[in-house]
Structure formats: structure tokens, C-alpha cells
């Protein structure tokens, strides 16, 4: 079974920094897109930002210049730098991965359990 697992977030005063981490594990013939997103409460769950294996980033608008999503194709793992925080970025931060688990399986998008950001003004 594919199992995402997040870790990094908590609670910062607003411009502080954290960093999130993603570990994708289990069967997984092809990763493809791996991405952030986050919802507050509330509100629906949004896009963040989103990293293509080939190296193509998509971010949310309010996020450009101050996220940073990277990975670690040998680990398996997404990160998400977060510099100069916002009380608006408070909310719980997902993980999602694009995974083929075998060579004749298709690909489905898995998520994480999720990770608590908290910014304090």
C-alpha cells in the first residue's frame, strides 16, 4: 500500500520559517507529480505548489517568492521550504504524490495525512 507521511509542520510567529517533509513509501513503479496543498479551516482544500518529476513548479499565487517546493527523487520525498509567513497560511498542509505502485497498474494520486501550520501575528 502507498503511504505518504508529512512531518515538519507547528506553530511560528509570522515571518518566521518552517519546513515540511514528504515520504512517499511502499510499491512504486513510476512517482510523477508531487505536490503541497493546504486547507484552512473552514475553507476548501487549495493547491500550494506542485513539482513535476521532469522539474516543472506550479504555485499558488499568494505563495510565489516565499515557498519553495523541491524533491529527492532517490528518497522519495517532497519538501516545502515556507519563509516569511503569514497568519493567512495558517491550516493543515497535504501531501500529494502521482504513483504507478506497478508496471501494469494506472496511476493514482495519493495524500498525506496532513500537518498542522500555525502563524501567529
Known amino acids: 500500500q502507498v503511504q505518504l507521511v508529512e512531518s515538519g509542520g507547528g506553530l511560528v510567529q509570522a515571518g518566521g520559517s518552517l519546513r515540511l517533509s514528504c515520504v512517499v513509501s511502499?510499491?512504486?513503479?513510476?512517482?510523477?507529480?508531487m505536490g503541497w496543498y493546504r486547507q484552512a479551516p473552514e475553507k476548501e482544500r487549495e493547491l500550494v505548489a506542485m513539482?513535476?518529476?521532469?522539474?516543472?513548479?506550479n504555485y499558488d499565487a499568494s505563495v510565489k517568492g516565499r515557498f519553495t517546493i523541491s524533491r529527492d527523487n532517490a528518497q522519495n520525498t517532497v519538501f516545502l521550504q515556507m519563509n516569511d509567513l503569514k497568519p493567512d497560511d495558517t491550516g493543515v498542509y497535504f501531501c500529494?504524490?502521482?504513483?504507478?505502485?506497478?508496471?501494469?497498474?494506472?496511476?493514482?494520486?495519493?495524500w498525506g495525512q496532513g500537518t498542522q501550520v500555525s502563524v501567529s501575528s
Open positions: 513539482l513535476g518529476r521532469g522539474g516543472s513548479t
Open positions: 511502499g510499491p512504486i513503479y513510476i512517482l510523477r507529480d
Open positions: 500529494s504524490a502521482e504513483v504507478k505502485p506497478t508496471w501494469n497498474t494506472t496511476f493514482e494520486k495519493y
